[in-house]
């Protein structure tokens, strides 16, 4: 299909493979398209009982989507295909997260932005001790989208947005307890994974078997030292931005928030409280596409592309540069017309 997919089947395994190890498996719109094409031709494929996504490469398996690509297209007057690359990952994660048959995650490493849209949204999802789960679209002048915030929604409000607005990167016990993941389990164990993963397709009852596996390689214990620290600031007003970036108490949080663009602080804070009253998926995606094809067009985003991972020094010039500034109307009314009349 693509070489930045494998797509294999064994027996009633279909596997899902990401490819693309010298960009840490950065999605791609080939692979997107790939992804969505796959999974709708398993979808009534009665000889596939059970989807699986792994990756290739030691560093991880997705650093996010390939948005230096959009930037690019956004600065060559392309801004219609960027548009196009956010509806197609947004109809993966939507396919992912409605998928009729069991689907399993194998994660390592870097797990990041588009990597969680793919990895967030499967049914059972393991990882293993070395992951690192982010969500550093404000790092970039953008908004934390692929639907996250419908799983987040379900999380304590100030621990959702201390991860959503900070993109400081957690490990995998605080990936559990943010409902990102289910299971922590051995390394050395991913072959053994894998095969208790092709038993289970195999089974007679696929979704009790997978629940099974996630019960007997479940690690003990675990760091949770990122939802510990945000507890320390959940007496402030998780409502405003400005009281949020001024008011949290733990230095690394506070120095993460006060370095992100005021712009992606105010659309985060508006598009998660908005997903925490919408009814599911497919309506947390659209307030996403909607923002993303605003805040693609916005100077933060070249600008913060440029800063992370073009230029990569680090310094952008966020424009406005305080959250009291930044054109909350325009956000909110984005939101609104996703949303429609009735939700609004």
């Not at 490819?19 to 494929?45: C, F, K």
């Not at 996250?148 to 999380?155: D, E, G």
């Not at 991860?163 to 409902?179: E, Q, R, Y």
């Not at 009790?208 to 479940?218: C, G, H, I, R, T």
Request: hydrophobic fraction near 50%; proline fraction near 5%; aromatic fraction near 4%.
């Amino acid at each position: 299909m693509t070489g930045q997919l494998e797509i294999m089947r064994e027996g009633r395994l279909g596997t899902i493979a990401l490819n693309r190890p010298e960009a840490i498996n950065a999605l791609s719109h080939e692979m997107i398209e790939g992804i969505i094409g796959t999974l709708e031709q398993w979808r009534d494929d009665d000889s596939i009982g059970v989807v699986l996504f792994e990756a290739r490469g030691a560093r991880g398996f997705c650093a996010g989507g390939d948005v230096r690509a959009v930037r690019r297209l956004v600065l060559d007057g392309k801004a219609e295909e960027a548009d196009a690359f956010f509806a197609d990952e947004y109809a993966m994660n939507g396919l992912i997260a409605t998928y009729p048959k069991p689907t399993v995650v194998l994660t390592h490493g870097v797990v990041m932005g588009g990597g969680i849209g793919i990895a967030g949204h499967c049914r059972y999802r393991f990882t293993t001790p070395d992951s690192k789960w982010a969500m550093p679209e404000a790092a970039i002048g953008f908004v934390a989208d692929i639907g996250i915030n419908q799983i987040l929604a379900q999380v304590l409000l100030h621990r959702a947005l201390a991860f959503l607005m900070s993109g400081i990167a957690v490990g995998p016990a605080d990936a559990l307890a943010l409902g990102l993941a289910d299971c922590i389990h051995e390394p050395g164990r991913r072959a053994a994974m894998v095969e208790g993963v092709a038993a289970a397709a195999r089974s007679a009852q696929p979704d009790a078997a997978l629940a099974q596996l996630v019960e007997a390689e479940m690690l003990p214990g675990g760091d949770e030292a990122f939802v510990r620290a945000a507890d320390l600031s959940a007496g402030i007003d998780w409502s405003d931005p400005a009281a949020i970036v001024s008011g949290v108490a733990d230095p690394a949080l506070a120095a993460a928030l006060r370095a992100r663009s005021p712009t992606s602080l105010v659309a985060i804070l508006e598009s998660h409280l908005a997903a925490r009253r919408l009814p599911g998926i497919r309506e947390v995606l659209a307030v996403d596409l909607g923002l993303a094809q605003l805040l693609c067009r916005w100077p933060d985003f070249a600008e913060g592309v440029r800063a992370v991972l073009v230029d990569k020094d680090q310094r952008p010039n966020w424009q406005p540069q305080d959250v009291a500034a930044v054109d909350k109307g325009a956000i909110n009314a984005t939101i609104a017309a996703a949303i429609g009349p009735k939700l609004v």
